[in-house]
Structure formats: structure tokens, C-alpha cells
């Protein structure tokens, strides 16, 4: 069972990953973007981290996510910030109010949360958005969290090939292909991370 502090560790995690990522995910969406994806994931996830080191140890799994989706929303800019904002909202909602969940919960609740992803941005898969990370990802944690990490990351390799049908890149048309989608290689992070602080409980 997960408590409140995994789901601390992880967006912690998630942090540090985004911070040390930030120039190059800033740098991929410079061609099919406005280069300010990685600026924006960390002024949102510095706020998320600021607010967990400040809590006590009191709150569910489900309050940390849904604060930090909260901050995300306030604090990022940009298409992004709503569109990770609803994922962690909405899988927080969906874990209830339990101070324990299971990988089985969390694996319904992050289907939920990706749902709700697809539903605001009106994306599909292949339209070389997050989703093409978010939905290989988290179908992969009915094999293991590490698995969910590999097939996220291998999701963001594939966006390249693809033509942007949605967000800024999709401005581009054509020109949008043989790029990587900044949003997805950041999903896989987010995964990657979630994948970490599980191994490291399990170990
Ligand atoms: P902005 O595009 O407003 O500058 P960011 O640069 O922070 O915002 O984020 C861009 C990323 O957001 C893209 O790489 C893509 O993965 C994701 N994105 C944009 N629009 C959508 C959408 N409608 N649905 C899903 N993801 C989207
Ligand atoms: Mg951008």
C-alpha cells in the first residue's frame, strides 16, 4: 500500500527530474514551439515542491496530488500547466480520501487522470502530444512501474516521426515532423519518477 508520503516523494522526484531536465526540454520545444517548457515545468513543480516541504506529515494520497495539480494550474503557463494540473487533480479525486491506496488504485486513478487530459485538449493518440507518452505509460503499469517508465519514454522517442494535430507544434504542419514533443518527453519524467520512488519502497 501507498501512503501520503510516496505520493510526496514522487512529485518530489518529479521535481528534481524536471529540474535537472529543464534546458533540454525547454530546447525541444524551441522548433516547435516557443522554448519555455521547461521554464514553465519548473516554476510549477519548484512551487509543488516549496508546498510539501512546508506541509506536516497530515494529508491522503489523494490531497497531495490534487494540491499539487492545484499549484500547477496557478503557477505554469502555457498549455501545460492545465493540462498536468487536470491529470494530478483528477487522479487525486479519484483515490478518495483513503490514507492507503493500492498499485491497483493508483493504475485506475491515473487511467482517470489521463482521460481527463485527453477530454480538455481534445487530443488523440498520434497527434505527437503528452498523450502519446501519458496513454503507453500508464497502460504499462499492469506490467510494473518501471515498465510504465521504459513505454512512456519510448512513447516521447515515437512523437518524432509524427505531425503535431494539436497545441502550438500543430502551427507548424509539416514542419512539425522529426521533432521530439517537449510535453511527452516531460511525461515520461513524470513517470520515470513515479517508477524511482516505487522501486526504491519496494526494495
Ligand atoms: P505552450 O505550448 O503553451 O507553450 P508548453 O510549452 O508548456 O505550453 O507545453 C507544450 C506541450 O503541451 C506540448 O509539447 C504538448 O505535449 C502539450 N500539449 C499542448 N496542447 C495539448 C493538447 N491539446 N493536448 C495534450 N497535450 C497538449
Ligand atoms: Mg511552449
Redesign the pocket.
Known sequence: MRDAEFFRRWMAAAAASVAREADR?TE??SP??????GS??LRGFTAVRGELEGDDAAGTPGEVLQQAGRTLIST??????P?YGTLLRRTGKELGTAAEVSDEDLRGALDAGVAA??Q????APG???????LLPGVAALSTSYAAAGDAAESGALA?VPML?R?????YLGERSIGHQ???????ALLLRALAAVAEEEDA
Open positions: 526540454l525541444l520545444d516547435i514551439g516557443d522554448a519555455d517548457h514553465n515545468l505554469v503557463g502555457g498549455a501545460s500547466g493540462l487530459v485527453a480538455l485538449g481534445g487530443a497527434d505527437k502530444t503528452m498523450l502519446d507518452a512523437t503535431a494539436k497545441g502550438r507544434a500543430s514533443d517537449p510535453g511527452a518527453t516531460s511525461s
